[in-house]
Every structure is written in structure tokens, then in C-alpha cells.
């Protein structure tokens, strides 16, 4: 197993295994050390079908089903992510986000494998959200721990819905949920249950304001770190291809599906695995630790 980083931040390509054969204990543990150190890795060449992908998925922990795009019965926890060629709607996850940040628990992370590519676009880029927290001033750093951010669900509730032309999978997700409307708080700083390392745990998509403050008072903050994560330094871009597999740490990164490619196909598949807990991820920082 050979595993070389994509950037000098994060993020890295494996090579050098099977991921449709037997996983090992020693080749599960080496994934997650892997995931915890660079948290986006990518496998090339890896042809896999639903269960062998949860079999992968379950490496990182329990299948956590999207409540709002839930799979088929037999793997309610894989979403397909699926644009068609005469599509002129948004994509899913357009948007920089972590992927449902406004639950009480959201999920650890996901694994996404390339099914059909367009011949160029359909792009992902992440961005390690511990990078941005590094490269933070000291005066932001301070205003920022022990404090938490609060998350809603603006997608999929009512108050906050995108207009219809922009949503996408139209016909198998989940909307206008005023439950998804409802506030969660989650610390605005996460410490990574296996590293230590600490990592803002903001997004544009979901998250809404800083405890303490009004929205027009989080508001300048707020859109000066959502900037401040996405620098180019900060950030990597996956060109997929098929039977590609992406596997990414969802509390230490946020994730943007780029829709450039009108005209053709795409189709991904996405599981996604739980994560130790939000109370894994509170450390010290956090007013609501216990
Ligand atoms: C997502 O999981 O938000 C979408 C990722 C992608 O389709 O590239």
C-alpha cells in the first residue's frame, strides 16, 4: 500500500490495494489512520459494487442514513447522486458545506465512488477545515472557541428554501421539512477524536449565526471565515473517474459538487458512516462539554 499526499495541506491518493476483495483488520486500521491524517483519500480503479461499498463504509463506522435523500431499502444509507444529461437544475451538494451539519448527530464522513463520469467537469473540491483553523489569528481564534455556531437545515426546511429551479433530485429528496428549520448548536471548533487537531466547524449552507449574536452580528464574521476556509491553500479539486472511490472526514472538511458539465451524465454513490458523536468532537472547547 503506497499513499501519497495530493496537496501540502491534506488529502492523499492510496494505491497499492483491493478494495472489492477482503478487507483485512490491518488494511481496515491502515484506512482509518490514513482517513484520520489526511482526511479525503482517494482509490483509483476500485470497481465496486453496493455491498462491497458498505463493507468499505463500515470500516469507518455504522451506516448512517440521509434522512432527507435516504437509499433503497436494501442500503438506505447510499444516496445516489445523479444528474442527467438534459438536467439544467443545481447539483446536489452545490455548495461548500458539511454534509448535514444541522442534525443533532451529523454523519462522520461519507464514501463516494464514481459510477459515470462526464468527459471533463463534475469536479469535487474540499477544503480541510483544521488548515483554516491553523491559519486563523489569534484575536478570531479567541472569539471563536468555547463558543457555539448554530446550524439549520435551509435546503430542506421551509423558511429558508432555495427556489425550485435551483434544487436538484427533485423527486427523491426530502423538502420543505419545518423540522429542518429548527436551530442546533455544535461547538464552532472541533478537536479531532483521534488526532487532536483542532478544526472550525462552520459552513455557508448551513450554518446561521454564532451563539451570542444576532445574525447581522455573526453575519460579517461568518462570511469572512466561510472566505477564509475556501483559500486556494486550503483547498484541493478531485477529478473523478470511474469506479473512483473518495473517502472524507465530514467534521474536519467541507465539500463543493461543481456543476460545469450540462449535457452529460453524471452518477456517484454515496454512503455515508456515523461518527463517534458530537461529544467525540466537543473537547474542551465547547460551553456544552460536560
Ligand atoms: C456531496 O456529497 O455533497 C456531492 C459530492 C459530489 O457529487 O461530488
Redesign the pocket.
Same mark, same amino acid.
Given at each position: 500500500m503506497e499513499i501519497n499526499p495530493i496537496t501540502g495541506t491534506f488529502g492523499a491518493e492510496i494505491s497499492g490495494i483491493d478494495l472489492s476483495s477482503e478487507i483485512s483488520e490491518t488494511l481496515a486500521e491502515a484506512l482509518r489512520d490514513a482517513l484520520a491524517k489526511h482526511l479525503v483519500i482517494v482509490m483509483r480503479n476500485q470497481p465496486l459494487g453496493p455491498d462491497q461499498q458498505q463493507v468499505l463504509t463500515r470500516v469507518f463506522g455504522e451506516p448512517s442514513v440521509n434522512p432527507y435523500a435516504p437509499g433503497p431499502d436494501a442500503h438506505p444509507e447510499m @444516496?445516489s447522486?445523479i444528474k442527467e444529461a438534459d438536467e439544467r437544475t443545481g447539483?446536489?451538494?452545490?455548495g461548500w458545506?458539511t454534509?448535514l451539519s444541522f442534525l443533532d448527530n451529523p454523519p462522520g464522513g461519507?464514501v463516494?465512488v464514481g459510477i459515470d463520469i462526464p468527459p471533463y467537469g463534475?469536479? @469535487?473540491m474540499f477544503c480541510s477545515q483544521q488548515a483554516a483553523w491553523d491559519s486563523l489569528p489569534e484575536a478570531m481564534k479567541d472569539l471563536l472557541e468555547n463558543r457555539d455556531a448554530i446550524h439549520v437545515g435551509k435546503p430542506y426546511g421551509i423558511r429558508w428554501a432555495p427556489p425550485v429551479e435551483e434544487q436538484a433530485m427533485k423527486e427523491s429528496t426530502k423538502r420543505n421539512d419545518p423540522d429542518a428549520d429548527r436551530e442546533r448548536f455544535h461547538p464552532a471548533v472541533m478537536i479531532h477524536p483521534v488526532t487532536g487537531r483542532k478544526s472550525l466547524y462552520i459552513n455557508p449552507t448551513y450554518t446561521h449565526r454564532l451563539d451570542g449574536l444576532t445574525e447581522a452580528q455573526s453575519s460579517p464574521i461568518l462570511n469572512q471565515l466561510f472566505e477564509h476556509c475556501t483559500l486556494p491553500e486550503h483547498c484541493l479539486r478531485?477529478r473523478?473517474s470511474k469506479d473512483m472511490v473518495?473517502i472524507w472526514d465530514n467534521y474536519s472538511t467541507q465539500?463543493?459538487?461543481?456543476n460545469d458539465y450540462h449535457g452529460f451524465r453524471?452518477e456517484?454513490r454515496?454512503a455515508t458512516f456515523q461518527s463517534a458523536g458530537i461529544d467525540a468532537w466537543r473537547g474542551k472547547t465547547s460551553a456544552r462539554a460536560s
Open positions: @444516496t447522486i447539483v446536489f451538494g452545490g458545506h454534509d461519507s463516494l463534475g469536479d @469535487t478531485l473523478w473518495a465539500h463543493y459538487a461543481i453524471r456517484m454515496r
